[in-house]
């Protein structure tokens, strides 16, 4: 009895010491691994498990909103838990049939029955999610941007601000309850307006480190079952191994799926077309089946000759993408939305809604698209709003989305006792790599909505020690500096005292997260879509960049180390009548202010604060206007030189304006503006 004691005392012991290791880390090398791989190899499946919770949360919300897209009520309240409950406003209400309903009332206009052209969706947007430390339950805070209508009756806007919780029911992630405060709503032809006198903070339920660390360590009083034996513990590491190899490939195939969407973008038809296997196919429903890369590139070209041309936009946002990873982990399908914001000529501007289904093998480490489906939704002017104007082919998939929202389960591998250590070590860095992708967006997210409410303690908190931070002159360094220059800048945060009639929602969507082998830093593109909600004017969009922010692992955080160097304007809405793609007033172009070559710089710096690295161009930081990179002297409806982080992920293409490292082009940048001026002397 005694030594069973004695045993048991040990084995806590081990679990003890086990769980003081730090988020993100592999577990730690040496004899624990060989005297008990059991008590390691569960951990790990455990931690495995919490971290996929992250990804689960954001799929069950696609997948909510893709049903609601196309009607699909009772699939969707099926994703609510058993005992759910909604807040909207002084709305409350409890249970699946009166959710069912609720989701009738407010995006289908009280009619159950899906009509043609009727539109029901609701954009959800920059995700920031949080487990909770039992692993059983998340909050999420979510951008709504809502859309409904029906063609030839009415068209509306509405959206705010989401803060919803989950739980984990019977092994399944389910909605819990969603906290709705709308912050705007309007009929299409007028816009929206603010729904009240003022725009109030909405609460926060997470800190800036809990962004940066959404799965947190195993508390010390969950339990951890062990495996009954070696062969038990062996083949829990293989299954591990599966999932992890799953997570790996589906942020893979996600990043793949955005790029594409940067590509489309900016009628690069050959980066586009290099993503496709040789003999892919490319169907656009209803209008045609194309074959292979010159079948994709004929497809791509429906929209024009490669390349942007003047007073042009071409954006096709990449939203609620879901990803199955089928077993061995060489095949996946993804399937979400591709909203469309696009200008053919000056003038004219158009809505477009697309569902889009892709297929993805990898062949010989390398992901590729081998097919994809385009299902045409909507496209209707700009100018009359998609009740007096919708037009193309509709088209509806398939809406058995269950294969999107399953938990990973791979085929494992067979079980090898051999390398337990070995295998540990690289699966707890697969671990510490998928972690770093869900931390970097969450953080990403945050930013922005810390920038909407001026939250600048949160925003350079955010931020690691060092990191960097444009602002009007230059770059400021350090949180100190950072702080300095956003509360001189800016005006103070909302309060009780000084209520808020305005916001500038600065929505960071569609990421391209590049984590480096070691999970130690990470850099992330981010498209702006970015729209202005008032108490007295109708909103307007705006759209941009964030090419090449990075993020760091600082003290067990997920921060970023660049933060918000923005590459804007690709176009600008003035007002909501005229919209993007119309002349100014006068009959000119909205042309950008010149972006003119800089004088010297005070030591004070414009905002009276020292800059600690002045950019080379006033009111601009991004390489693309920098020394060597081509300047540029006005904004859309002139084409400005979109600059990239990456080569091409399949051929390896380097695209005209590659930056891989801001910090690195900023300097190389300054050197050639000092050679130059030497010359110039």
Same mark, same amino acid.
């Given at each position: 009895?005694? %030594? ?19 988020? #993100?880390?592999?577990?730690?090398? #040496? ?38 897209? $196309? ?8 994703? $609510? /838990? ?26 289908? $206009? ?21 487990? +909770?430390?039992?692993? %059983? ?8 941007l809502t859309m409904t209508g029906r063609f030839g009756e009415r068209a509306d806007w509405a959206g705010g601000t989401q ?56 508390? #010390? ?83 024009? @000759? ?42 004219? +501007? ?29 496209? /209707? ?15 509806? @998939? ?59 303690? +949160? ?10 931070? !444009?602002?009007?002159?230059?770059? $400021? ?18 309060? @009780? ?45 705006? /759209? ?78 991004? !390489? ?27 051929? #390896? ?10 910090? /690195?082009?900023?300097?190389? +940048? ?12």
């Amino acid at each position: 009895m005694r %030594e069973r004691r004695g045993a048991a005392l040990v084995r806590w012991c081990m679990l003890a010491l086990f769980c003081l290791l730090p988020f #993100g880390s592999a577990p730690a090398r #040496g004899a624990d691994k060989a005297d008990m791989p059991g008590l390691a190899i569960a951990r790990l499946a455990l931690d495995t498990e919490r971290s996929d919770a992250i990804r689960q949360i954001k799929r069950l919300e696609y997948a909510h909103a893709q049903l609601l897209q $196309y009607g699909a009520w009772d699939e969707a309240a099926s994703l $609510y /838990s058993e005992k759910a409950g909604i807040i909207s406003g002084e709305e409350r209400l409890s249970g699946r049939d009166a959710i069912r309903q609720w989701l009738i009332a407010t995006l289908g $206009y009280g009619d159950a029955t899906p009509h043609a052209k009727s539109l029901h969706v609701r954009l959800m947007l920059q995700p920031v999610i949080t487990l +909770a430390d039992d692993g %059983e339950s998340a909050t999420g805070r979510w951008t709504e941007l809502t859309m409904t209508g029906r063609f030839g009756e009415r068209a509306d806007w509405a959206g705010g601000t989401q803060v919803n919780r989950y739980v984990r029911e019977n092994g399944v992630w389910k909605i819990a309850a969603v906290h709705r405060h709308e912050q705007f709503a309007g009929p299409y032809e007028q816009g929206w307006l603010a729904t009240g006198d003022a725009l109030p903070l909405i609460p926060y339920h997470f800190l800036p480190s809990q962004a940066g660390r959404p799965v947190s360590d195993i508390p #010390g009083g969950i339990p951890i079952a062990l495996p009954a034996s070696d062969d038990e513990a062996v083949d829990l590491l293989s299954r591990t191994e599966a999932n992890l190899a799953a997570m790996t490939a589906e942020q893979d195939v996600l990043n793949l799926r955005n790029v594409y969407g940067y590509y489309i973008d900016r009628k690069m038809w050959d980066d586009a077309v290099d993503l496709f296997e040789p003999d892919a196919r490319f169907t656009i429903a209803g209008v045609g089946d194309y074959r292979g890369r010159a079948g994709v590139r004929r497809a791509v070209e429906r929209d024009g @000759p490669a390349g942007l041309r003047y007073g042009q936009v071409n954006d096709r946002m990449q939203l609620h993408m879901i990803a199955d990873v089928a077993a061995g982990a060489d095949e996946a399908r993804v399937r979400g939305l591709q909203f469309g914001i696009i200008t053919p000529a000056l003038g004219e +501007a158009y809505w477009e809604l697309e569902t889009v289904e892709s297929r993805f093998i990898r062949r010989g480490g390398t992901w590729r698209i081998a097919a994809m489906t385009i299902y045409p939704m909507m496209r /209707s002017d700009y100018y009359q709003g998609w009740a007096r104007h919708w037009t193309g082919p509709q088209a509806r @998939p398939d809406n058995d989305i269950a294969a999107y929202l399953k938990q990973a389960a791979m085929a494992a591998p067979p079980s090898d006792r051999t390398a337990i250590a070995a295998r540990l070590d690289a699966a707890g860095l697969s671990l510490a790599r998928a972690r770093a992708y869900d931390a970097t967006e969450n953080i990403s997210s945050a930013l922005g909505y810390y920038l909407d409410d001026f939250q600048w303690h +949160a925003f350079s908190d955010s931020m690691t020690v060092d990191g960097w931070k !444009p602002r009007l002159d230059g770059y $400021y360094v350090g949180r100190d500096a950072v702080y300095r220059s956003m509360t001189q800048a800016y005006i103070p945060a909302p309060s @009780p005292t000084s209520l808020r009639t305005n916001i500038r929602a600065h929505i960071r969507t569609q990421p391209v997260i590049d984590v480096a082998a070691d999970a130690k830093t990470a850099k992330i593109r981010t498209r702006l879509f970015l729209y202005t909600i008032d108490t007295e004017r109708p909103g307007s969009f705006h /759209s941009g960049m964030y090419p090449n922010d990075m993020a760091a692992l600082e003290e067990g955080v997920w921060k970023l180390s660049v933060a918000g160097a923005i590459d804007e304007k690709y176009f600008q809405s003035d007002n909501y009548k005229d919209g993007w793609a119309r002349p100014a007033s006068d009959g000119s172009p909205r042309a950008q202010s010149a972006a003119a070559p800089m004088g010297p710089v005070s030591a004070a710096g414009r905002l009276g604060n020292p800059i600690d690295f002045p950019s080379q161009v006033k009111f601009a930081s991004m !390489p693309t206007r920098l020394a060597g990179f081509g300047r540029t002297s006005a904004g859309w409806p002139q084409i400005r030189p979109m600059w990239f982080a990456y080569p091409n992920p399949v051929s #390896g293409r380097i695209p005209e304006h590659y930056c891989p490292d801001l910090r /690195s082009c900023e300097a190389d +940048a300054a050197r050639r503006a000092a050679q130059a001026a030497d010359i110039a002397r």
